[in-house]
């Protein structure tokens, strides 16, 4: 707050008064004299520019004018008002930053949404739309990249490969998938213990997965879920789901050929080995319904699972499939705890 000598004039006569105009920190003016007690808001009046010494005038609205004897004061007041001014406007660009995070919220809001519930919905129509065929494009393309990036030929002994294929065939014609079922063997460094389904009728199996189960009854548990993902189609809706949610991300940031990228692909592959709980789910009743029908226990199922889990205690970081979602420990519970 500062006061200054001013000469007040009334804009109708040659009086002059002698006033004290104090300007406080708020931007108020207080114009005080002989009969004269005026309040004014700094954005009531214009303030000349400063001219070397020559006073500066405040004009009021009505014609009134201010001069202002003591330039100094006058300055540092605007100064201090000026930058206030600024702060104001920071004030407003605050307050529209968060109208603009509220708006980001929305959207984020509205893909969340679209990307837990649209998006799975349209994906399942739209995997029922199509074809088989491409299914079985889609998994024999899957499976050379892999055989390129995450594979290598199987070392288990072809006696024990064809014992448990001739499990499996077996379990596939009891389950009358329509698009039947083919099993490979693969060893895999990358991927360790592990099975999964491609899209179409592929299931894989590795060598180490071979090795880590202690009963034949836990592989066969551990493909009966496999097969449980073919029937149900839920690579493709894992994949349609992705494609979905990637056209509208893209087509929200604009940015639609990164969608097309190379790069794109690798990520899609190993992405389309997770699936969601939904999917798991789906799977293991699958497999305790198989398992249920040829008097195997589907604890098995559970029996491995809780071996992979103590083999590789911090599963949820890698992308083994078996080790996704849910989580293990709710699966092996849910398998193992009752048989009903
Ligand atoms: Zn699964």
Known sequence: MST????FYD??????QDVQVRFDRNGGIRIAGDGI???LKFDDVSVSDRLADIPRYLYLSGGDACELIDNDAVDSWLGQHNAQRGSRLLHRLDTSMWAAMAAIGTIALFLTSFVLWGAPALAERAVDALPMEVDQTIGDESLAVLDNVAFSPST?????QAEIRAAFDEMVSDMETPMGGHLVFRRSEILG???FALAGNTVILTDELIELAEHDEEIIAVLAHEMG???HRHVMKHVARSAIVAVLV????????AITGVAATMPAVLDSMRHSRAFEREADRVARDYLDSVGIAP???GDLLARLMAQCPECEEIPHYLSTHPPLDERVEALTGNDG
């Open 299 to 301: 604890s098995r199922l």
């Open 229 to 231: 993902h073919i029937q």
């Open 4 to 7: 200054v000598r001013g000469i």
């Open 193 to 195: 213990a592990n099975a």
């Open 11 to 16: 804009g109708l006569t040659w009086d002059r």
């Open 156 to 160: 288990v002994a072809e006696s024990r």
């Open 250 to 257: 893209a087509a929200y940031i604009g940015d639609v050929t």
């Open 37 to 39: 007690d005026l309040a």
